[in-house]
């Protein structure tokens, strides 16, 4: 490349005309080799998962993960992963391990969590209270996909730590019943979001609350939504109106 300095370079494009160089070529496939997992095609999306269109909406890629999540555990009934760590989305046709790698690229592990209902509910009104009531698209909002349970939150100003107005989960004949304030529920959630003293989550949800117990995974998130997609292809997750949020704005016109 020939330049002047640091101010300018002149690019050349590297297209079909540009010979290949072989000792490049010799030197790379001992690494592409190592990549056929990655390569390899291990189901197919009926169409295309996006993220949420905002930081505290259900999108259906978050749904399919989440769900994923769920299934390392057999004793788990609900799970959570922070929207952070959703970097890509999935498109329609053949999904390779490089797909999913995309969108999960930091390799946490799947972990779980035990903890009584208000706990738990004390955790998800830590992240509800992230969310503006003048603004849907605030970041960091609810930040959360979940699995196992529906969740009705209602935002206004003033309102913060008593913004879930409804916190249902699933039971064993896989219906809906109010969350019990003093059962143990069993939640895997991303390593991400651990409490204090392990890979904490930014804002901390669970490090003001009463862990029972806390185990490391030795599961990651890519493998789980993996092993997920071959179980269950061809996949075509939906909205399943986990999260419902209400916004009521200071002036009343959103």
Do not use: C
């Amino acid at each position: 490349m020939k330049g002047g300095g640091v101010l300018f370079a002149l690019p050349y494009l590297l297209d079909g005309s540009v010979e290949p160089d072989q000792n490049t070529l010799d030197m790379m496939k001992f690494w592409q080799d190592q990549l056929g997992e990655y390569k390899s095609v291990v189901g197919v999306a009926l169409d295309t998962l996006l993220d949420g269109q905002t930081d505290s909406s259900e999108s259906k890629l978050g749904n399919a993960l989440a769900d994923s999540m769920l299934d390392v555990y057999e004793d788990a009934t609900m799970a959570l992963l922070n929207n952070g760590g959703i970097r890509n989305a999935i498109p329609e046709g053949n999904i390779t391990g490089e797909d999913i790698y995309y969108v999960l690229p930091f390799e946490n592990t799947v972990d779980k969590i035990s903890l009584r209902g208000r706990e738990l509910k004390k955790a998800l009104e830590l992240a509800a209270n992230s969310m503006d009531p003048n603004d849907w698209y605030h970041y960091p909002g609810f930040g959360l996909q979940v699995a196992g349970m529906r969740l009705e939150i209602d935002i206004e100003t003033g309102n913060e730590g008593n913004r879930i107005t409804k916190f249902e989960v699933k039971n064993q004949e896989g219906g809906l019943e109010l969350i019990d304030p003093d059962m143990i529920y069993k939640v895997a959630i991303g390593s991400f979001l651990a409490p204090a003293g392990r890979q904490s989550y930014l804002r901390g949800i669970f490090d003001a609350v009463e862990i029972l117990e806390h185990v490391t995974g030795d599961v990651t998130d890519y493998t789980a939504m993996k092993e997920w997609i071959i179980r269950n292809s061809p996949i075509d997750p939906q909205f399943e109106h986990r999260i419902n949020t209400y916004f009521h704005p200071d002036n009343d016109e959103l």
